[in-house]
Nanobody, 114 residues
Framework: VQLQASGGGLVQPGGSLRLSCAASGSIFSIRAMGWYRQAPGKQRELVAR???????DYADSVKGRFTISRDNAKKTVYLQMNSLKPEDTAVYFC?????????WGQGTQVTVSS
């Protein structure tokens, strides 16, 4: 599986962004998928996860603000991010929902700043 995250950018506090992750390969529809992020000087952390049947879980820091979804036909997973805060600034990656992970790729930068 190869993954390509996109949709990041610079946004003001309180703003919104929608990230997309396009997957290649045949296992997308049978694996849980996740969005992760890594801020400078910090470890990579799970932001949100969605199973094949649409069950979701979120990091406490993003509950109520972020929504993960997936389109199996398009092999794409999305992360709708609302009410963004400066502490959401990070490089966002998509990957499988649980280890073992595939290649992380470059991710997409999200910067929340006024």
């Amino acid at each position: 599986v190869q993954l390509q995250a996109s949709g990041g950018g610079l946004v003001q506090p309180g703003g919104s962004l929608r990230l997309s992750c396009a997957a290649s390969g045949s296992i997308f529809s049978i694996r849980a998928m996740g969005w992760y992020r890594q801020a400078p000087g910090k470890q990579r952390e799970l932001v949100a996860r969605i199973t094949t049947i649409g069950s979701t879980d979120y990091a406490d820091s993003v509950k109520g603000r972020f929504t993960i979804s997936r389109d199996n036909a398009k092999k794409t997973v999305y992360l709708q991010m609302n009410s963004l805060k400066p502490e959401d600034t990070a490089v966002y990656f998509c990957n499988l929902g649980w280890a073992p992970f595939v290649n992380w790729g470059q991710g997409t930068q999200v910067t929340v700043s006024s």
